[in-house]
T-cell receptor
């Protein structure tokens, strides 16, 4: 079945460092890919998405490119801030009966130190 | 501010209690979801409603009973829970997909933190 593998955390960086969180997937067909972020005490929020190969999703300085040839969707940010501390989930979508069935990676906890 | 509202934020219940979790959205979404999230884990899908009809039940025990009274509301009725059911319960909604295209993101509420004693 479909699956998502994320790099293991936790990840700790200093403010203004470069961030990469790796994500690879296994899927039949051509799923849409997402990054969700979960801040402490909150639900998940969509960070960015890409719906087809070579699409680049971007938001709040974060970027990820849908790479079909390497089945990857790595998350990057050039200069992280303390406020970026959160748990990041990579996910792919499978449609079923008009709704979505998201398959999540295990999550990567990111801590940014000032 | 989240556009999906869940109440209550916190709930403590005994194993013999009956309680309900509530979820509301006014974005016109016709797909609504219940997820369960344990600490340091990703959310696990429990139920999906599409056009107010239950379309997915991920083999969830019958002590969890979902209900979708209308297109804006989703309830989760709880009865005779076990301590291992303690978790964060997340509601989400999305537009429904057509033609095999399912790229509409899910909008999550902030969840109900449930503790079963």
């Amino acid at each position: 079945g479909d699956s998502v593998t994320q790099m293991e955390g936790p990840v700790t960086l200093s403010e203004e460092a470069f961030l990469t969180i790796n994500c690879t997937y296994t899927a039949t067909g051509y799923p849409s890919l997402f990054w969700y972020v979960q801040y402490p005490g909150e639900g998940l929020q969509l960070l960015l998405k890409a719906t087809k190969a070579d699409d680049k999703g971007s938001n709040k300085g974060f970027e990820a490119t849908y790479r079909k040839e390497t089945t990857s969707f790595h998350l990057e940010k050039g200069s992280v801030q303390v406020s970026d501390s959160a748990v990041y989930f990579c996910a792919l979508s499978g449609g079923i009966q008009g709704a979505q069935k998201l398959v999540f990676g295990q999550g990567t906890r990111l801590t940014i130190n000032p | 501010d989240t556009e999906v509202t869940q109440t209550p934020k916190h709930l403590v219940m005994g194993m013999t209690n009956k309680k309900s979790l509530k979820c509301e959205q006014h974005m016109g979404h016709r797909a609504m979801y219940w997820y369960k999230q344990k600490a340091k884990k990703p959310p696990e899908l429990m139920f999906v409603y599409s056009y107010e009809k239950l379309s997915i039940n991920e083999s969830v025990p019958s002590r969890f009973s979902p209900e979708c009274p209308n297109s804006s509301l989703l309830n989760l009725h709880l009865h005779a829970l076990q301590p291992e059911d303690s978790a964060l319960y997340l509601c989400a909604s999305s537009q429904t997909g057509t033609g095999g295209s399912y790229n509409s993101p899910l909008h999550f509420g902030n969840g109900t933190r449930l503790t079963v004693t």
